[in-house]
Structures are given as C-alpha cells and as structure tokens.
C-alpha cells in the first residue's frame, strides 16, 4: 500500500516568511496527492490536489504545491505566511485502484508575530 | 448544504458500553469513509464503503462495525468500547465511481470520543 512521511512535525515561521512544508511519498505508479489543513476543533478542509498534469499546483488560501517525481515529494509552499495560517497540516496519497488513502502524522505549524 | 454531518460531537463511555457514531452527507456521494486520528499518526482508514450495499475494512478496522444504512447515511459502531478507541473520529465522503477515477474526500467535523 502507498505511504507519506512528513518529516517535520512541528515548525515555527514569522508572520510574512515563506513557508515549506515537506511531504515524501511511497507508491509505485503516478500517485493522487493532497494537501488538508485542520484547524483546532475542525474537521479536514482541502487545499489543493495533484492528479495528473502540471507538476505545480496551486490551492486555496495563496498556497501551492509541486509534485517530484523523482524525488517522491510533494512539498508545500506559500510565499508569505498569516497568522491565520496556524493549524496542522496533512499530506495524502491515494492511489487509483484502492479507496485507501493514506494521511501522514502531520505537521504543525506555529506562526509568530 | 450542510455537506457532511456527525453525532454526537462529543461521548464519554465506559470499558465495554456500546454506541454508534453516526454520519450523514448530502453531496450525493457514492463512497464514504471513517477515519480515527491520533496524535502524532495522522488520520487511520477505519472501514470505507465504495457504494450503497457495500462496505470494506481498512487499515485499523478490529473492534468496529460500519454499516452503509442509505447512500446518505454511514454508521460506525463499537460494540464493546476500550481504552484503545479513544480518538478523534472523522468521518468523509467522496465522489468516486471506480476503477481509476479519484476525487478528494469532504470530512465532517469529528466526534471525540473519550473511553474510561
């Protein structure tokens, strides 16, 4: 089955710095990639998705993401951070013959005034 | 549009009680899922249900029942609670009509479920 590792569990960023967070990926043929965040209490929302095509991606909220394949990543970006952005963020991978997608642990990030 | 609906928000239960979680999504969605999350592994695959009449076990599935009432409707049971199923529980709902299609999944706000 497919697998993610986000590496980094919990990261602090001032408000206006750039942001990257990690995603790697285990799966053997092209994977379906997402991108949630979840604020405290909430449920998962959607910030964008990777399924075929152009490798960059871009989501809600001013966020992107770009799909590596040779590098099994997926990380995600966003060039100036709120303090609305703190919450935990997940990486998913789906695969096309299965309903199983598999989250990572997440990360959480902490933004500073 | 309420999109995906849990009860209860919140339960405490004891060693060995029951009780059912219940889910309802009104995006005319074929598949629909639960999940557990626990800190520190991200969100658990419980048990899906890829259509009406139909459900599946995922990757943490042991002392759970699901069962797919209607297309609208997914329930998931602990027929005798354990500490260990202390969790946040989510449940989602997805579009999917099969063999290579993929569509992301829409969770509800989760029930948190503690076990004494």
């Known amino acids: 089955a497919q697998s993610v590792t986000q590496p980094d569990i919990h990261i602090t960023v001032s408000e206006g710095a750039s942001l990257e967070l990690r995603c790697n990926y285990s799966?053997?043929?092209?994977?379906?990639l997402f991108w949630y965040v979840q604020s405290p209490g909430q449920g998962l929302q959607l910030l964008l998705k990777?399924?075929?095509?152009?490798?960059l991606v871009q989501g809600i909220k001013g966020f992107e993401a770009e799909f590596k394949r040779s590098q099994s990543s997926f990380n995600l970006r966003k060039p100036s951070v709120h303090w609305s952005d703190a919450a935990e963020y997940f990486c998913a991978v789906g695969a096309p013959n299965n309903n199983d997608m598999r989250f990572g642990a997440g990360t959480r990030l902490t933004v500073k005034p | 549009n309420a999109g995906v609906t849990q009860t209860p928000k919140f339960q405490v239960l004891k060693t060995g009680q029951s009780m059912t979680l219940q889910c309802a999504q009104d995006?005319?969605?074929?598949?629909m899922y639960w999940y557990r999350q626990d800190p520190g592994m991200g969100l658990r695959l419980i048990y899906y249900s890829a259509s009406e009449g139909t459900t599946d076990k995922g990757e943490v599935p042991n002392g759970y029942n699901v069962s797919r009432l209607n297309k609208r409707e997914f329930s998931l049971r602990l027929e005798s609670a354990a500490p260990s199923q202390t969790s946040v529980y989510f449940c989602?709902?997805?579009?999917?009509?099969?063999?290579?299609?993929?569509?992301?999944?829409?969770f509800g706000p989760g029930t948190r479920l503690t076990v004494l």
């Open positions: 995006m005319n969605h074929n598949s």
């Open positions: 989602a709902s997805s579009m999917r009509t099969g063999g290579s299609s993929y569509n992301e999944q829409f």
């Open positions: 990777y399924f075929s095509g152009d490798t």
């Open positions: 799966y053997g043929a092209t994977p379906y």
